[in-house]
């Protein structure tokens, strides 16, 4: 069993900086890929990004690659989303994955783990 909470969201403007965190309990945190995925209002999940369990290979959405950085700090068993230049189309709530021995999968559906999520509104 993982347990995985997401922190971090918040209200920003546009052209702004948040960063978001998502913790980890429970089964041994570096024996998993991690993921970000967010929800819109009326919209289908959309994968964010995610990185993988050895070596730390990333992977981005189009709509967010050379904006957001995704990273891992498994000491702490942490998993981090830094995202600089905020548009409002990113206003989603935000939520963390995790899949044993993950290799960066953009599919919702092969993640074993989510947390509850984190609201982010980018504001015009």
């Known amino acids: 069993q993982v347990q995985l909470v997401e922190s971090g969201g918040g209200l920003v403007q546009s052209g702004g900086s948040l960063r978001l965190s998502c913790a980890a309990s429970?089964?041994?945190?570096?024996?998993?890929?991690l993921a970000w995925f967010r929800q819109a209002p009326g919209k289908e999940r959309e994968f964010v990004s995610a990185i993988n369990w050895n070596v730390g290979g990333t992977v981005y959405a189009d709509s967010v690659k050379g904006r957001f950085t995704i990273s891992r700090d498994n000491a702490k068993n942490t998993v981090y989303l830094q995202m600089n230049s905020l548009k409002p189309e990113d206003t989603a709530v935000y939520y963390c994955?995790?899949?044993?021995?993950?290799?960066?999968?953009?599919?919702?559906?092969?993640?074993?783990?989510w947390g509850q999520g984190t609201q982010v509104t980018v504001s015009s």
């Open positions: 994955a995790a899949q044993y021995y993950g290799m960066g999968d953009k599919a919702g559906d092969e993640y074993d783990y």
């Open positions: 429970g089964r041994t945190f570096e024996n998993y890929g």
